[in-house]
């Protein structure tokens, strides 16, 4: 959470860091800020409480002259969101200022130490110690602020990353990282520093990704012609920066016609799967060839156990794969939260594969599942959508989910292209292992090449949801249902709905609900029934009558041509018929599309709602 950029060069830093902070806004959204050296050599900070414009409203009278900087969008951890707490944040003698993204752990001790020898704190920040510890060390040590920079790292507990700006030093950017995302990118006689990639993306394709423990310099002399940077640890070790190439578009960043980035993101999906299964699904539509599995296919087949872990719409991808992986490999299978699972002392065998799924390929309870089952020697195969993320790097081997950027809060495509992969990877394990019939596998190949127009059918009644979609504002609870299958999207839809239109919303398998929950049926409760045509139809049809009986609003998601539950539900949306582990890449469709129009009519900020942010790197 939070998003940090910085800039130095020879073009006015101000504008190249609010447009970066707009990128970057996903990331955290409550106040934002920027700090600038100007020409005579004045650092400059302003901030202000809200979202990016906000910032744009509160400077735009001031000076904001200077060709380097550093500004920060947050998502508040350590006090509450106001224009003090804001980075960036000052140190005692106002020379040096720094943003951060991350959580300094021991921040107490630090600040009490820091008192003691008479620092003052004007924020409730954990940030504002790390400044101020920075000082205290350049100041004591008499060092210079690279070296201040790496002692002072090197006591701290937790995440950052971390840009600082010095006064007197108005030709050098610093900047360090661990466990929270950083990237450099190299321009012509200028520098830029980011979260992600997307606010550098339309200056330059060459970039760094700074790795944990990593303290960066970046200079540019006066005269602009000579451009520097050094790469070290925070124990002083100097290391030689990779070049990548960076592979994205800035046509993938911007909304395209469409009113916010979620809907365009339900939209893009027939294309972004065709994209997650080229090259991996041949084109007669007879194989699937995954290279992260073909390369380590031992692993796979001698595991006793696989493990999946993630967060939010990841684990509910992960609960998918549980019932393909155990149907089609015959592998058992768990599904694991990271954050429980980092904390719980699971038991982990070397003959364990740990799948780890997300689409930021940051999030910190993940990593650090990550990290733990790796240290108990444990394969570890992510599903990941950001290349070159933390995630797929501390991983074995893994699959790109290939979607391009997700800009909306809550996850669309992602989740849909992480099901494709997983699919993909269960019908691997299952045809290698001889589990899977032969004649099964290849007719769920072939329908997994139909998946994205069918999905085209499904996103065509987009109207009518709407329509609809206008009775349920006044809602105050959802119940969502689920079997099988296709419990895991009675999940993700009461998730989408929550957290874009901030309805309750509960996901329940269906047969649960006589087990609690039918006691909160009334005319009053909209219940959302996932009803394809699958092994438990029957099942969930009396679930509807149950609800029918209690009076309950029953929308049904079934398959086309169904006239049992039409006869009974209040609305149904229907989808082509499919393979029945396939039919959650068609049935999500539908309440991603209710969850998005709910919120639009009801105001919300749909692609940045209020409390969340995209990547969450923070525990
Ligand atoms: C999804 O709509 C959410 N915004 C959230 O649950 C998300 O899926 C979760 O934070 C995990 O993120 P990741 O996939 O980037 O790891």
């Known amino acids: 959470m939070c998003g940090i950029v910085g800039y130095i060069g020879r073009r006015a830093a101000y504008p190249i860091l609010i447009k970066g902070l707009h990128r970057l806004e996903y990331r955290g959204y409550d106040s934002a800020g920027v700090a600038l050296i100007n020409e005579q050599g004045k650092l400059n900070v302003y901030k202000a409480k809200g979202k990016v414009s906000q910032l744009e409203a509160y400077a735009a009278d001031k000076d904001t002259g200077g060709t380097i900087g550093i500004a920060h969008t947050r998502w508040a951890t350590h006090g509450e969101p106001n224009a003090v707490n804001a980075h960036p944040h000052y140190s005692e003698s106002e020379r040096l200022a720094i943003i951060h993204n991350g959580i300094i752990e021991n921040y107490a001790v630090l600040k009490a130490g820091l008192q003691k020898e008479g620092y003052t704190f004007k924020s409730e920040t954990d940030t504002e110690v790390l400044v101020q510890l920075i000082e205290y060390t350049q100041l004591n040590k008499h060092v210079d602020l690279k070296t201040a920079v790496q002692l002072a790292l090197q006591q701290v507990i937790g995440a950052y990353a971390i840009a600082i700006l010095d006064k007197d030093h108005p030709d050098t950017l610093i900047a360090a990282r661990k466990g929270s995302p950083l990237v450099v990118g190299i321009g012509e006689g200028e520098y830029f520093l980011a979260s992600d990639a997307t606010p550098i993306v339309e200056y330059t394709d060459q ?22 940077y050094q790469l070290s640890t925070i124990n002083g070790v100097e290391k030689t920066p990779e070049i990548k190439r960076l592979e994205l578009s800035l046509s993938q960043l911007e909304k395209g016609g469409y009113p916010h980035f979620m809907l365009k993101e339900i939209f893009e999906q027939p294309r972004t799967l065709t994209d997650s299964m080229r090259g991996r699904v041949n084109v007669r539509q007879d194989n699937i060839a995954l290279s992260g599995f073909i390369d380590n ?21 992960g609960l998918i794969a549980m019932y393909a992986i155990e149907e089609f490999a015959q592998i058992p299978v768990e599904v694991e939260y990271s954050s429980e699972f980092r904390y719980r002392k699971p038991v982990i065998n070397k003959d364990d594969v740990v ?3 997300s689409q930021s390929g940051e999030t910190a309870d993940t990593l650090a599942a990550i990290q733990l089952a790796k240290s108990k020697g444990a394969f570890i195969f992510s599903i990941c959508n950001v290349i070159g993320a933390s995630i ?7 699959c790109y989910t290939h979607v391009g950027p997700e800009i909306g809060v809550a ?10 992969a997983l699919t993909m990877l269960a019908l691997c394990i299952g045809r290698e292992k001889g589990t899977l019939a032969p004649d099964q596998y290849l007719r769920i190949v072939r329908e997994l090449g139909q998946i994205p127009d069918k999905i085209e059918r499904v996103l065509s009644q987009n109207k009518r949801i709407a329509d609809f979609a206008k009775t349920f504002t006044y809602a105050q609870n959802f119940i969502y249902l689920g079997r099988g299958y296709n419990y895991p999207v009675a999940l993700e839809g009461a998730l989408k709905l929550k957290e874009i239109s901030y309805i309750h919303a509960e996901g329940y398998p269906a047969a649960e609900m006589k087990h609690g929950p039918i006691a909160l049926i009334s005319q009053e409760m909209p219940v959302v029934v996932v009803a394809p045509h699958c092994g438990t139809y029957e099942k969930v049809v009396s679930n509807i009558q149950e609800i029918k009986a209690r009076k309950g609003r029953v929308i049904a998601v079934v398959t086309e041509g169904d006239e049992v539950v039409s006869k009974i539900a209040d609305y149904t949306i229907e989808i082509p018929e499919t393979e029945e582990c396939l ?18 009519v009801k105001g919300c900020d749909v692609d940045q709602p209020r409390n969340l942010a995209k990547s969450v790197t923070v525990e």
């Not at 797929?392 to 893994?398: C, H, I, K, N, V």
């Not at 996850?411 to 494709?420: E, G, I, L, N």
């Not at 039919?583 to 639009?600: D, E, G």
């Open 207 to 228: 970039v760094i990704y700074i790795e944990d423990e990593e303290v960066v310099v970046l200079t540019v002399n006066s005269q602009l012609s000579i451009l520097n």
């Open 297 to 317: 296919k031992d692993r796979f087949l001698n595991a006793k156990r696989i493990i999946i872990t993630a967060c939010g719409t990841s684990w509910h991808a």
């Open 355 to 357: 799948i780890a799924i």
């Open 392 to 398: 797929p790097r501390l991983s074995d081997s893994g």
């Open 411 to 420: 996850s669309t495509k992602a989740f849909t292209a992480q099901v494709v």
């Open 583 to 600: 039919t959650p890449l068609l049935t999500v469709i539908p309440l991603q599309l209710m969850a998005y129009h709910i919120a639009v």
